[in-house]
């Protein structure tokens, strides 16, 4: 097809399948052609992507077959690897802010041509969009709605409807791939498959992607329905977090760790796993993303079995990144550039259909708490989410709405002073909410849907669906909407003014 005769070169896709036709990755390899002779050529095998975009550049990152250095041509300039590897991070910079750039991949003898456009300068205010969902992990049905971690039938549909209406980023907080494994050449094969799903679209603008309780990587211990689980360690190179920062590339501005935090057994030990590149920020214009990681030092058998084995709770925000959160909100809060301020974390502070049970309302039992060193910390999952709230709605004025996942639907809630959000036998202290405030929850990007539950603050819920959903949220100086479209057929869901 591609005269590889002549030219001595093609590239091969392929794909590996079970014997029942079960998906387990796609993926392509070049070849050379000389003297009736086939040989393996430097291919790209995953990637080029986009992200850490700025102001005056962005860092393409990509992975070949082969060791190689390779270059990125933009602009009249040329960036290069300092030295000859498989995973490249190039960054580009000194380029011109809010301009469309073409840029070109030299690896060996080969090159490959896309663009990608830079952001404007802060504070610039000029109307633009950015795209939010979360997960896809693999879904019922089998073929590619199952293919082996993700949901990439969704996934494109949804990576495609993005780039199409020209996103300025998409954000994906959790729940990429079915994970909970205890290999990790297991979950490397399921982000390579989701990377592999929007890698067409990747190319252009960036997917920020982050985690949720399935991106885990455990020791268990087989008793009960999860067993005894908990996060890998060593922690530098075993843990969920170091297997999940050597797939992705996230800026690396957020808290450190759980060391050095009252709880810590030692402070001359590493005794916790990095936040690195799962919990950060990042700014756009007039907008800041403020991604947080309530799966961290995840141990999933936790809720079934409290104080058996130690371990953060699925849905708890531990206190040394709650008092990162507390700082870089008041860093934005005085930033005169940003006047909207959005909060992701996977887990939602208000379930409403799906996690009842869980994420930070365990059917109203305060009790659940993460257990260090043999013991439970202060505060419950009921009084960590209210020192949540406190810091995004009463602290922060400019924080429009938490975007959250991990239930399978989409729907707005709308909470203010007057929505009933304790157990009826509370007998702490409440929380008085100083503005209302939205709580937008897209999980709807492929995983087997959930039904809406009834909860005390049900009356605030507006247009729930279980529909695969992407969240367009448009901002224009001080106005913020949202348009809800389901990436199959292309209804619009939901439209809705925010500020
Ligand atoms: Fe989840």
Redesign the pocket.
């Given at each position: 097809m591609i005269n590889w005769v002549n030219n001595g070169k093609g590239l091969i896709g392929y794909r590996v399948i079970t014997k029942e036709g079960d998906f387990i990755f796609e993926g392509e390899i070049g070849f050379r052609y000389k003297n009736n002779q086939f040989s393996i050529d430097n291919t790209l095998i995953e990637g080029p992507a986009v992200t850490l975009l700025n102001e005056e550049g962005a860092t393409i990152y990509f992975t070949t077959n082969n060791p190689l250095k390779a270059s990125v041509n933009v602009g009249g300039k040329t960036f290069t690897d300092k030295n000859a590897v498989k995973i490249h991070e190039i960054k580009l910079d000194g380029l011109e802010s809010n301009k469309k750039y073409n840029y070109e991949v030299i690896y060996g003898d080969n090159s490959l041509n896309y663009s990608f456009k830079t952001a404007p300068k802060a504070g610039t205010r000029e109307p633009f969009m950015f795209a939010y969902t979360?997960?896809s992990r693999g879904g019922n049905g089998g073929g590619e709605r199952d293919f082996y971690g993700p949901n990439t039938y969704i996934v494109k549909k949804i990576a495609a409807l993005a780039k199409y209406k020209e996103a300025a980023f998409v954000q994906f907080t959790?729940?990429l791939i079915g994970g909970y494994t205890n290999s990790a050449a297991d979950i490397e094969l399921q982000y390579s498959n989701w990377k592999k799903a929007v890698e067409p679209f990747a190319h252009y603008i960036p997917f920020i992607a982050t985690m949720?309780?399935?991106e885990v990587v455990s020791y268990k211990f087989p008793k009960g329905r999860y067993g005894i689980t908990m996060d890998k360690f060593p922690f530098e190179t075993e843990s969920s977090e170091a297997i999940f920062a050597k797939h992705f590339v996230n800026p690396t501005n957020g808290p450190v760790s759980e060391d050095n935090s009252k709880y810590d057994p030692s402070n001359t030990t590493v005794d916790f796993p990095s936040y690195s590149e799962n919990a950060f920020y990042y700014t756009y214009d007039n907008v800041a993303m403020v991604v947080l990681n309530s799966?961290y030092w995840y141990a999933p058998s936790l809720k079934k079995s409290q104080g058996l084995i130690d371990g953060n709770l699925?849905g708890y925000i531990m206190d040394n990144q709650l008092s990162w959160l507390e700082k870089t909100m008041a860093m934005f809060e005085k930033e005169s550039s940003i006047d909207h301020i959005f909060v992701t974390i996977?887990?939602p502070a208000f379930p409403n259909g799906g996690?009842s049970g869980d994420d930070m309302w365990y059917s109203g039992k305060n009790s659940y708490r993460p257990y260090i060193a043999g013991s439970p910390v202060e505060k419950g999952i009921i009084e960590r989410r209210d020192d949540f709230l406190e810091i995004i709605v009463n602290k922060s004025p400019k924080t429009v709405a938490l975007l959250t996942?991990?239930?399978h639907n989409f729907n707005v809630l709308t909470i203010d002073k007057s929505t009933t959000i304790y157990p009826e036998d509370w007998t702490k202290k409440k929380i008085e909410f100083s503005r209302p405030f939205y709580q937008i929850n897209n999980?709807a990007a492929g995983?087997p849907y959930y039904a809406q539950e009834i909860l005390p603050w049900s009356n605030g819920v507006d247009g729930f669906t279980t529909q695969n959903a992407l969240v367009f949220v448009y901002v224009d100086g001080k106005n913020v909407k949202i348009e809800v479209i389901n990436p199959v057929t292309f209804d619009v869901i939901l439209e809705k003014d925010l500020r």
């Amino acid at each position: 097809m591609i005269n590889w005769v002549n030219n001595g070169k093609g590239l091969i896709g392929y794909r590996v399948i079970t014997k029942e036709g079960d998906f387990i990755f796609e993926g392509e390899i070049g070849f050379r052609y000389k003297n009736n002779q086939f040989s393996i050529d430097n291919t790209l095998i995953e990637g080029p992507a986009v992200t850490l975009l700025n102001e005056e550049g962005a860092t393409i990152y990509f992975t070949t077959n082969n060791p190689l250095k390779a270059s990125v041509n933009v602009g009249g300039k040329t960036f290069t690897d300092k030295n000859a590897v498989k995973i490249h991070e190039i960054k580009l910079d000194g380029l011109e802010s809010n301009k469309k750039y073409n840029y070109e991949v030299i690896y060996g003898d080969n090159s490959l041509n896309y663009s990608f456009k830079t952001a404007p300068k802060a504070g610039t205010r000029e109307p633009f969009m950015f795209a939010y969902t979360s997960d896809s992990r693999g879904g019922n049905g089998g073929g590619e709605r199952d293919f082996y971690g993700p949901n990439t039938y969704i996934v494109k549909k949804i990576a495609a409807l993005a780039k199409y209406k020209e996103a300025a980023f998409v954000q994906f907080t959790g729940d990429l791939i079915g994970g909970y494994t205890n290999s990790a050449a297991d979950i490397e094969l399921q982000y390579s498959n989701w990377k592999k799903a929007v890698e067409p679209f990747a190319h252009y603008i960036p997917f920020i992607a982050t985690m949720g309780n399935h991106e885990v990587v455990s020791y268990k211990f087989p008793k009960g329905r999860y067993g005894i689980t908990m996060d890998k360690f060593p922690f530098e190179t075993e843990s969920s977090e170091a297997i999940f920062a050597k797939h992705f590339v996230n800026p690396t501005n957020g808290p450190v760790s759980e060391d050095n935090s009252k709880y810590d057994p030692s402070n001359t030990t590493v005794d916790f796993p990095s936040y690195s590149e799962n919990a950060f920020y990042y700014t756009y214009d007039n907008v800041a993303m403020v991604v947080l990681n309530s799966n961290y030092w995840y141990a999933p058998s936790l809720k079934k079995s409290q104080g058996l084995i130690d371990g953060n709770l699925h849905g708890y925000i531990m206190d040394n990144q709650l008092s990162w959160l507390e700082k870089t909100m008041a860093m934005f809060e005085k930033e005169s550039s940003i006047d909207h301020i959005f909060v992701t974390i996977h887990t939602p502070a208000f379930p409403n259909g799906g996690h009842s049970g869980d994420d930070m309302w365990y059917s109203g039992k305060n009790s659940y708490r993460p257990y260090i060193a043999g013991s439970p910390v202060e505060k419950g999952i009921i009084e960590r989410r209210d020192d949540f709230l406190e810091i995004i709605v009463n602290k922060s004025p400019k924080t429009v709405a938490l975007l959250t996942g991990d239930e399978h639907n989409f729907n707005v809630l709308t909470i203010d002073k007057s929505t009933t959000i304790y157990p009826e036998d509370w007998t702490k202290k409440k929380i008085e909410f100083s503005r209302p405030f939205y709580q937008i929850n897209n999980g709807a990007a492929g995983a087997p849907y959930y039904a809406q539950e009834i909860l005390p603050w049900s009356n605030g819920v507006d247009g729930f669906t279980t529909q695969n959903a992407l969240v367009f949220v448009y901002v224009d100086g001080k106005n913020v909407k949202i348009e809800v479209i389901n990436p199959v057929t292309f209804d619009v869901i939901l439209e809705k003014d925010l500020r």
